[in-house]
């Protein structure tokens, strides 16, 4: 498939998303942030100190996973919206408010978004202020946030799943360069870790 | 929606957040880091303090055993500036596995750091610093505020800070005043009210440093303003001289000829160690045989042993008493007194508070043992605030401040100092336990 081509779907595919359930999405993640904010406020702790420490080198690992939450919340979650159009229900026959598009709705889901990455980063912050809790035998943190935990939920699934297909489709792709039919191999890298060896890696 | 397109999306909407989320690491996350251990951090003042001897003594008493298991004792040396203690407690609030703090070694460095732990809820026991300024949040980049507000609005109280000591103001100048008096001899003309008489022939000089560099002015500012506008009749009329000093700016040289010009008979000196000795060595090189007509008075921590060697009687007043160590019967109070032996000491200083804020961390710990966390050392810090146990003395600490605590003076006796007056709430009484002290009345 030629590349502008890709492009140019993807692009069609990703504004079929810009909708309002879209904002209900931004809207759920930010009342969990506000609900993070407020646990952490009641722990004697405060969010000004979390942003203060964040202003401070270094900055570490968490501003890539910041930086992924806004890739996700801009790119992956309108396309989510389009492709459950497609495969559940005809936008049309969405609740009127969950399908409406209006002008500077675009803008508005930036601007929360950029408001979730920010969060998202502070809110490996706010864990690390809350210092260890030694519960019996098990230890956290003291302060465990639920936007986070939620995050990286799919971190298992990365790294049993997605990991190793990405690593076999790259290194089949590289061995058979002329190979007429990418998706092909796609699909048997796929199948192969589904069915065999990832089940072999979760047991 | 065609096929390759669905495929397409899908993969993205996959591939995007999962990526994501596999390089995220969260930093020294409990349940990936290998035989995790709670850290209590000790900044002393360096290698051979009394801080780190009475560290290390408190980690060989069972208390601290008890805990060992699943708690570390760090001992770390104090920076010796404001801005590199502003550095180290970033760090250690950067440190999900530091349970609690205790110092830092000076109250300029306390000040400057104690901002920090607030910000991640750190409980800090404070052996060492005894200035008002210490437990209290302020601009560090404007003017000190006037110590007798700190109390109010709007400078509000650390609630993780615990001061082991007595607060530098009243009870430390509560102290200086009336050793001023007691060497004056002015106790006695207060009794035939002749306080003309002595005026003119006893002048007291107050030298206060101030360098900001070293949080000096932190530890000194309340004492000398509460020594300035002090309004006891039988003390105030009598300070003919006041003098501020920043190292960083003014010159040693300066303040030596104000001395000999205003010739006092008795010199305050309120700031750390370099100051005293550099203006000792000034006083001494430009006028040896002078030394014997002064007499100083000087803060513990503003003391090195070697200021007696100047020819000067010099009079220190200290927190400490080694009395109340010397006839302590406890165990842990045994293990203390071996590790000073170790240490080749004639006799015990100030290492009992590192060793008792050990114990009393300790305590608590074991206390908090179901759910160990910060929030639990420090609630319970507070909840047991009127008897928190050391090795031979109970300290009350309200609202963070340290009760019901005395100020000894300590005194030339033969070739070194020992206690000769203690000095609680205002009254003087002598200190019975040392030799010298029988000549006192």
New interface residues.
């Given amino acids: ?1 030629p590349i502008g081509s ?1 492009a140019k ?2 692009s069609e ?1 990703w504004k079929g998303g810009i909708v309002s359930g879209l904002l209900v999405v931004d809207a759920v993640a930010l009342s969990l942030c506000l609900l993070d904010s407020a646990r952490f406020s009641s ?4 969010l000004k ?1 979390a942003l ?2 964040l202003q ?1 080198p270094p900055v ?3 501003v ?2 910041g ?3 806004l ?2 919340f801009v ?2 979650l309108p ?2 919206v ?2 459950l159009s ?2 559940l229900s005809p936008r049309e026959h969405w609740p009127t408010y969950l399908g409406i598009r209006a002008r500077g709705m675009l803008l508005s889901h930036l601007l929360l978004s950029g408001g979730i990455s920010l969060f998202t980063v502070t809110a ?1 912050t706010m ?10 035998e098990v ?4 302060f465990l946030s639920f936007w986070l935990s939620l ?5 298992p ?3 049993f799943y ?2 190793p297909i990405i690593r076999k489709f790259l290194v089949r792709a590289v061995a058979k360069p002329k190979a007429a039919n990418v ?1 092909e191999i796609a699909n048997d890298v796929t199948k192969e870790v589904l069915t065999e060896e990832g089940m072999d890696r979760a047991g | ?1 065609p096929a ?7 993969c ?20 990936k ?1 290998r035989n ?1 251990k ?1 850290k209590i951090e000790l900044l002393s003042g360096g290698s051979g303090s009394s801080g780190e001897l009475g560290a290390n003594a408190a980690m060989k008493t069972e208390k601290f055993k008890a805990i060992s298991a ?1 708690v570390d004792l760090e001992i770390e040396t104090d920076p010796t500036s404001s801005d590199e203690a502003v550095r180290k407690a ?1 760090d250690l ?2 440190d ?4 609690a703090v205790i110092g830092h070694s000076r109250s300029g460095t306390t000040r400057a750091a104690l901002p920090y732990y607030a ?4 409980p800090v026991l404070m052996p060492a610093a005894t200035s008002p300024y210490a437990l209290y949040a302020f601009n560090e980049s404007e003017a000190r505020p006037d110590v007798k507000r700190l109390r109010r609005d709007p400078y509000v109280r650390f ?1 993780n800070a615990f001061r082991m000591l007595p607060s530098d103001v009243p009870h430390q100048v509560d102290a200086i005043r009336a050793a001023a008096k007691k060497i004056l001899g002015i106790d006695k003309f207060a009794e035939s009210k002749q306080l003309d008489t002595i005026k003119g022939a006893t002048r007291i000089m107050v030298i206060c440093e101030t360098t900001r560099r070293d949080g000096s002015d932190v530890y000194t500012k309340p004492m000398c303003d509460s020594l300035r506008e002090d309004n006891d009749p039988w003390f105030s009329p009598l300070l003919f001289a006041y003098r501020e000093i920043d190292l960083d700016t003014g010159d040693i040289w300066g303040v030596a000829t104000e001395v000999f010009a205003v010739k006092p008979k008795l010199v305050i000196l309120l700031g750390y160690p370099e100051f005293a000795r550099n203006l000792l060595e000034e006083l001494k090189e430009r006028a040896p045989k002078h030394m014997r007509d002064y007499q100083f008075i000087l803060p513990d921590a503003c003391f090195v042993p070697d200021l007696a060697d100047f020819g000067s009687e010099i009079y220190v007043t200290s927190p400490f008493n080694p009395s109340e160590s010397l006839g302590c019967k406890s165990d842990e109070a045994q293990k203390l007194r071996d590790a000073v032996m170790e240490n080749k000491q004639k006799k015990p200083t100030d290492e009992i508070f590192a060793f008792d804020a050990v114990l009393i961390l300790a305590a608590v710990v074991k206390e908090c043992e ?6 639990c050392i420090a609630e319970t810090l507070e909840r047991n605030h009127a008897s928190l146990a050391g090795a031979c003395q109970s300290y009350d600490i309200e609202a963070g401040e340290r009760q019901n605590a005395s100020y000894s003076v300590y005194a030339p006796c033969g070739k070194e100092l020992a206690p000769f007056w203690v000095v609680q709430k205002g009254e003087v009484r002598c200190d019975a336990n040392w030799k010298c002290s029988k000549n006192c009345k």
């Fill in positions: 498939m890709v779907t993807v595919h722990k004697g702790l405060s100190s203060s420490v401070e570490g690992k968490s890539w996973l930086l992924a939450v890739v996700f790119l992956a396309m989510a389009a492709l497609a495969l490996v864990q690390t202020l809350s210092g260890w809790t030694k519960d019996g230890w956290r943190y003291s995050v990286l939920l799919g971190q699934a990365y790294v997605l990991s998706r | 929606m390759g397109r669905i495929s397409l999306a899908a993205l909407i996959c591939l995007l957040p999962l990526a994501c989320c596999s390089i995220a690491e969260l930093p020294s996350d409990p349940e880091v995790p709670f699943y970033k609030r950067r999900p596995s530091v349970l910000e991640a809820a750190i609630p179901q759910s160990l966390n910060r929030q």
